[in-house]
């Protein structure tokens, strides 16, 4: 049992409740920002855990927005920053994504050094886009999807961006077209387990690491559904089993320093979605 206490941000957010979870299962005491009491009320009675508990911080980008929450939880020694903006599309992508992502950065690193200089360790959730232009990343129109089952369903069942990708498959018909939909993966819940390894292992410390398991495409996607789903198969399109746009595997991403640091052995996307379809059945 340990007497750490973690100071996580975006708490509400998809990655969040499941580094949460895994946090509490392994005997942290965790503190989570979220954007309002209501949603902080919410993780209350999710987790249901005495370890846990949450201060508002309804903007992340006005300066000073960490000060007060981390003034009052000095026991603090580690930070997990995950809050930020999360859009597959936006109106201005510098406007509603890039600024708040910086500046709400930058408000943590100042207030961390200005009143919690015990915290000692920081992992900061990023995108693979950070690491190079898309010329060096091979192909401008590269993501890295994290799937897998929300860690909790809220009342208004209400999906995140990563569910409704494969909700709308699931809302398809036969005569439908094969979703264009293909990139990279890694499941929801060993981002999770990575976030704490991070802090955890001191070969983690002072490094960036990028999460890619394997490579998917729309028709894998339909495969297993056709596979573990036999009830949707009247109702999906087949497009053409097996042939498919991708070359499905890890590819050429360099994900060695992870997979060899971190002791995890990853979730397989066909586990992946089964469990996704599960849950949106389930609603």
């Given at each position: 049992?340990?007497?750490?206490?973690?100071?996580?941000?975006?708490?509400?957010?998809?990655?969040?409740?499941?580094?949460?979870?895994?946090?509490?299962?392994?005997?942290?005491?965790?503190?989570?920002?979220?954007?309002?009491?209501?949603?902080?009320?919410?993780?209350?009675?999710?987790?249901?855990?005495?370890?846990?508990?949450y201060e508002v911080v309804p903007i992340l980008e006005i300066e000073g927005s960490f000060d007060e929450s981390l003034k009052k939880h000095p026991e603090v020694t580690v930070f997990?920053?995950?809050?930020?903006?999360?859009?597959?599309?936006?109106?201005?992508?510098?406007?509603?994504?890039?600024?708040?992502?910086?500046?709400?950065?930058?408000?943590?690193?100042?207030?961390?050094?200005?009143?919690?200089?015990?915290?000692?360790?920081?992992?900061?959730?990023?995108?693979?886009?950070?690491?190079?232009?898309?010329?060096?990343?091979?192909?401008?129109?590269?993501?890295?999807?994290?799937?897998?089952?929300?860690?909790?369903?809220?009342?208004?069942?209400?999906?995140?961006?990563?569910?409704?990708?494969?909700?709308?498959?699931?809302?398809?018909?036969?005569?439908?077209?094969?979703?264009?939909?293909?990139?990279?993966?890694?499941?929801?819940?060993?981002?999770?387990?990575?976030?704490?390894?991070?802090?955890?292992?001191?070969?983690?410390?002072?490094?960036?690491?990028?999460?890619?398991?394997?490579?998917?495409?729309?028709?894998?996607?339909?495969?297993i559904i056709h596979k573990n789903f036999p009830e949707l198969n009247n109702k999906l399109p087949k497009g053409h089993p097996g042939d498919y746009s991708v070359t499905v595997g890890?590819?050429?991403?360099?994900?060695?320093?992870?997979?060899?640091?971190?002791?995890?052995?990853?979730?397989?996307?066909?586990?992946?979605?089964?469990?996704?379809?599960?849950?949106?059945?389930?609603?």
């Open positions: 049992m340990t007497t750490t206490s973690v100071f996580i941000s975006g708490g509400s957010g998809f990655i969040a409740q499941h580094i949460i979870s895994q946090l509490l299962s392994k005997g942290y005491k965790v503190i989570g920002s979220v954007r309002s009491v209501d949603k902080g009320e919410n993780l209350l009675n999710i987790f249901n855990n005495n370890n846990f508990s997990l920053h995950t809050a930020s903006p999360v859009a597959y599309y936006a109106e201005d992508n510098e406007r509603d994504i890039l600024i708040p992502a910086i500046e709400g950065t930058k408000n943590v690193l100042k207030s961390i050094k200005e009143f919690a200089p015990q915290i000692t360790k920081l992992v900061y959730t990023s995108s693979v886009v950070a690491c190079g232009t898309a010329e060096e990343l091979g192909n401008p129109n590269f993501k890295v999807y994290v799937f897998g089952p929300q860690y909790y369903m809220p009342s208004n069942k209400k999906l995140n961006l990563s569910a409704t990708l494969i909700s709308d498959v699931l809302n398809l018909t036969l005569e439908s077209p094969v979703p264009s939909i293909k990139g990279r993966f890694i499941d929801v819940r060993d981002v999770a387990r990575a976030h704490i390894e991070a802090f955890e292992t001191e070969e983690a410390q002072g490094r960036r690491f990028v999460l890619s398991n394997t490579h998917f495409d729309g028709q894998l996607v339909l495969d890890r590819g050429s991403i360099n994900d060695s320093n992870a997979r060899s640091i971190f002791n995890i052995e990853y979730i397989n996307f066909e586990r992946t979605i089964i469990d996704s379809v599960k849950q949106i059945i389930d609603i």
